[in-house]
């Protein structure tokens, strides 16, 4: 219980912005109110626009609509219940945790848009793992910016993590060889791979992600175990792409795909509708959530406690 209470606190200050405007906009308009046509439509608008998603939104107002002329709800109070339970009940047991490979290194390979947050979520993630006592090695294979690697550097050295890099402009595939190799050799459980910021529609670095899963594939079984993409909270309905396109690049359909998302930014958000948004399209499961700026300000998800946190006072 104790655990939970901690996620849930975690969870609902991240939640703030989108309580605020999203949650009080709907308790406003529905505790103590009539139920009429014109308040189903105001609803829609508002799970709209947290970014709940259209799909999503479509289903609860269709019921509620259904439910309303069959004169079984007429009160918002009644609303509210059943968006609560229908949330609640849109995450059935799924397995959350991280995949760890029979024998290590367990390789994760991290991917997402210029932009999401990668970086500081790979530090978060790799801080979790070294706080539950894993050896944790960084692989940083966007070779392409400088910045980027020097930002790798610095989270590695910040949490006395020993990251491998190769040289500006070269092949990251060949800096994920080395850092496989690296990984075995000291043997550390987890090896976590940075990849270059991608747009979903860069078709050559997409293939380029591709090759880099081929060659870890090659040098550690089964690898990568986890293909985590981070997603950025803020980024709205073109999260929702960005899964589709990056799982498919990853070979969806063939074992591979990716595992897990990564959901950043929750924190900066008024529409973290984008969680439901995102169950609704894709089995892809929400694995952590970033709630601040420090390494230690991530969650494993936990639907329950997310969606109390939305709806808490």
Known sequence: MGLFSAITAKIRGGLAKTREVFVAGLKSLLLGRTLDEATIAEIRRRLIEADVGVK???????????????????????????????LRSMWPP????????????TVILVTGVNGAGKTT?????????????????LGACDTFRAGAVRQLEIWGERLGI??????????????????????????????????????????????????????????????????????DATAGQNALRQAEEFSRAMGAGEGGGVTGLFLSKLDGTAKGGIVIAVKEATSIPVKFVGIGETPADVQPFEPEAFVDALFEN
């Open 94 to 105: 799924q397995d959350r945790e991280l995949r760890r490979a029979a024998m290590k290194p």
């Open 121 to 137: 979520s790979i530090s978060k993630l790799a801080n979790l793992l070294k706080s539950r006592g894993d050896r944790v090695m």
């Open 56 to 86: 999503t939104t479509d289903r609860f107002i269709s019921h509620i609509e259904e439910q309303f002329r069959a004169g079984k709800i007429d009160k918002g109070d009644q609303v509210l219940d059943y968006l609560k339970h229908e």
């Open 162 to 231: 020993d990251v491998i890099k190769g040289h500006q402009g070269g092949d990251p595939a060949a800096v994920a060889f080395d850092a496989c190799q690296a990984a075995k050799a000291r043997g550390v459980d987890f090896l976590i791979l940075d990849t270059a910021g991608r747009l979903q529609t860069q078709d050559p670095l997409m293939r380029q992600l591709s090759k880099i899963r081929s060659v870890v594939g090659k040098q550690i079984p089964g690898a990568p175990h986890e293909v985590i993409l981070v997603l």
